[in-house]
């Protein structure tokens, strides 16, 4: 099975390893649900395609899961989900990444002190909580741009204060203006 996570832009796809490899025999939902993907790809129905891109889905979500429960995952947006503390505030950043966040909105997500959490942070996650979160809200707003929106509107929708800060981080991180972004793959 293969999943496209967007490319190299988005966080997660640094945070996996190459490959997540898991007996079936040791996780009965993940042979169950197996099972379902093979006997939609065995048995041609109205639907099929559509079941087995849900439950592909599904599969790599508890993949995901198992692989930061086993410890199979280093530095990165992995490693930060799976920290008892650190986990709330990256879930905040994914969940509402216009928001002006300020370290200490963050620290106290994680009820953690100042030095303690961006030491922790920069430790597991592999960079400050800043630049994980400019970083992020540059690969949702490439993702947008891609869908046909504006810069402006991009812009306004991952956070930053102007289309013009919004395209210097892009050209900065990507290579290439926003507006160059339907033609990049």
């Given at each position: 099975m293969k999943v496209d996570f967007g490319g190299n832009a988005n966080?997660?796809?640094?945070?996996?390893?190459?490959e997540l490899c898991f007996s079936l025999a040791d996780d009965l939902q993940l042979r169950?649900?197996?099972?379902?993907?093979?006997?939609?790809?065995?048995?041609?129905?109205?639907?099929?395609?559509?079941?087995?891109?849900?439950?592909?889905?599904?599969?790599?979500?508890?993949?995901?899961?198992?692989?930061?429960?086993?410890?199979?995952?280093?530095a990165g947006l992995l490693a930060g989900l799976a920290h008892p503390k650190l986990h709330v505030s990256?879930?905040?950043?994914?969940?509402?990444?216009?928001?002006n966040w300020q370290i200490a909105d963050l620290m106290a997500l994680a009820e953690m002190s100042r030095g303690p959490f961006i030491a922790a942070f920069k430790q597991t996650v592999g960079q400050s909580p800043g630049a994980y979160l400019n970083g992020w809200r540059l690969a949702l707003g490439r993702a947008?741009?891609?869908?046909?929106?504006?810069?402006?509107?991009?812009?306004?929708?991952?956070?930053?204060g102007?289309?013009?800060?919004?395209?210097?981080?892009?050209?900065?991180?990507?290579?290439?203006?926003?507006?160059?972004?339907?033609?990049?793959?």
């Open positions: 966080p997660l796809v640094g945070a996996l390893p190459d169950e649900l197996s099972k379902l993907i093979v006997a939609e790809v065995n048995v041609a129905r109205c639907g099929g395609a559509s079941i087995r891109a849900r439950l592909s889905e599904v599969v790599v979500v508890l993949a995901i899961r198992k692989a930061i429960a086993v410890g199979t995952v280093d990256l879930i905040a950043m994914h969940d509402d990444p216009a928001r947008q741009l891609r869908s046909g929106r504006s810069v402006k509107v991009v812009a306004a929708m991952v956070g930053f102007s289309a013009a800060a919004f395209s210097r981080a892009f050209s900065r991180k990507f290579g290439y203006p926003p507006t160059q972004s339907k033609s990049q793959h």
